[in-house]
């Protein structure tokens, strides 16, 4: 079993910034991509950011140039920089990742979600 736990969530200002962190723990052999999904009220979940084993990143349009994703392959631990925040960043944002268990298992895993709201 692997577990995701999102922190970092809270109330912010438009213009301000939060940092999202995102630990993975369990029965953990390997972890290929990380990455933050979001959603808003009413909305489906989409993509926000996701990067590879080496480094390798990819953001929603809406999220370049203002998100900054990293993680700490020997921590097992994702990071979410954002931002120049906008009320319409306001939503829920969930961790995820891919994990290979010790038994050789793929896992698509994530968290529970850590409520973000960007209001003044």
């Known amino acids: 079993q692997v577990q995701l736990v999102e922190s970092g969530g809270g109330l912010v200002q438009p213009g301000g910034s939060l940092r999202l962190s995102c630990a993975a723990s369990?029965?953990?052999?390997?972890?290929?991509?990380m990455g933050w999904h979001r959603q808003a009220p009413g909305k489906q979940r989409e993509l926000v950011a996701t990067?590879?084993?080496?480094?390798?990143?990819n953001y929603a349009g809406s999220a370049k140039g203002r998100f900054t994703i990293s993680r700490d392959n020997a921590k097992n631990t994702v990071h979410l920089q954002m931002n120049s925040l906008k009320a319409e960043d306001t939503a829920v944002y969930y961790c995820?990742?891919?994990?290979?268990?010790?038994?050789?298992?793929?896992?698509?895993?994530w968290g529970q979600g850590t409520l973000v709201t960007v209001s003044s």
């Open positions: 990067i590879s084993s080496g480094g390798s990143t």
């Open positions: 995820n990742a891919g994990v290979v268990a010790h038994t050789g298992k793929y896992l698509g895993v």
């Open positions: 369990g029965n953990i052999y390997s972890i290929n991509y």
